[in-house]
């Protein structure tokens, strides 16, 4: 059984800055291609940005272009989202997913969810 567990949310004033943090356990973390997804408060999930197994292709939401960056260790299976020059609507809580498939501009997620860590952007 997968396990996912993120970490590294919390409260940051707009501007700010915050790096997720997403550990996998009990399958192979790097045959995988791995996402970032968030949802805000009355609003669907929605894709933020994904990577491929081994690292070589990044893809974003339009939203997060040039603020965000995704990133992977696979020898520690654990997965990244340095955030940047954040604003409120950023707020959300952010999932990873841990098999996320990037194609014709859309991401499609098989694999399984964590808990989610909450990112407050706010003055």
């Known amino acids: 059984q997968v396990h996912v567990v993120e970490s590294g949310g919390g409260l940051v004033q707009p501007g700010g800055s915050l790096r997720l943090s997403c550990v996998a356990s009990g399958r192979t973390f790097s045959s995988y291609g791995m996402g970032w997804f968030r949802q805000a408060p009355g609003a669907e999930r929605e894709f933020v940005a994904a990577?491929?197994?081994?690292?070589?292709?990044?893809y974003y939401a339009d939203s997060v272009k040039g603020r965000f960056t995704i990133s992977r260790d696979n020898a520690k299976n654990t997965l990244y989202l340095q955030m940047n020059s954040l604003k409120p609507e950023d707020t959300a809580v952010y999932y990873c997913n841990t098999d996320v498939i990037y194609d014709s501009g859309s991401a499609y997620s098989f694999g399984s969810w964590g808990q989610g860590t909450q990112v407050t952007v706010s003055s």
């Open positions: 990577i491929t197994w081994s690292g070589a292709r990044t």
